[in-house]
């Protein structure tokens, strides 16, 4: 079950500073790790994901690859998220097997979240929500989709896209499992401190 704090990693060469950044993250109470880089450096990536891999074993949370099975694969990962140019969730069971984690982006739109779950998705993650430094010409998805998708999605949901402290809340409340974040954490003065902001809004809402 995907939940939670779901933390992405920033890009960089410094390994042992994302070691030390996913290490305080984890410490904080991220349920889920994806690794993220795009800079096509292929022994990085490698070296990279495998030490995350060890990392995350250690406090028992998945480890996902963003984007290529092939590194997923090649690492032994806990499994891959797939967006709208990256394969198939039939070539990632074939590749992956049956019993890693598939995650698919769904960005603005109910029908391929549905059609995700239908092919076997195993979580959906619907965004951006909020104007994001990640990926600032993105399209913003509104608060209402993750409303409409509690009713047709029975796989976890997760938003993603400029979430912060200030507004996670009002992301579970409309029904987000998980809340996938970057920079609101690991720009953060102490990222330990600020996981464990973003994990007790689950808590909260589960006492509520």
Do not use: W
Not at 61 to 83: C, E, F, K, Q, T
Request: proline share 2%; with cysteine; charged share 20%.
């Amino acid at each position: 079950m995907i939940s939670g704090l779901y933390a992405i990693t920033q890009e960089t060469d410094n390994t042992a500073a994302l070691l030390g950044a996913i290490t305080a993250a984890l410490r904080g109470g991220a349920s889920v790790v994806q690794y993220r880089d795009k800079s096509g450096d292929i022994a990085r990536q490698h070296e990279q994901a495998s030490e995350l891999l060890v990392l995350c074993r250690q406090y028992g949370v998945p480890l996902i690859i963003n984007d290529s099975l092939r590194l997923a694969d090649l690492v032994g990962a806990d499994g891959v998220h797939i967006g709208r140019d990256d394969g198939g969730i039939r070539e990632a069971r074939i590749i992956l097997g049956a019993d890693k984690i598939v995650g698919v982006s769904c960005y603005q739109s109910i029908d391929l979240a549905v059609k995700a779950q239908a092919a076997g998705a195993d979580y959906v993650a619907f965004g951006s929500f909020f104007p994001s430094s990640t990926k600032p010409d993105a399209p913003l998805a509104e608060m209402a989709l993750l409303q409409q998708a509690t009713h047709q999605i029975h796989i976890p949901i997760i938003a993603i896209g400029g979430i912060t402290l200030a507004n996670a809340g009002d992301l579970i409340d409309a029904g987000a499992d998980a809340i996938a974040v970057i920079s609101a954490l690991f720009e953060s003065d102490d990222v330990a401190a600020t996981a464990r902001q973003f994990a007790d809004l689950f808590l909260a809402e589960t006492e509520d």
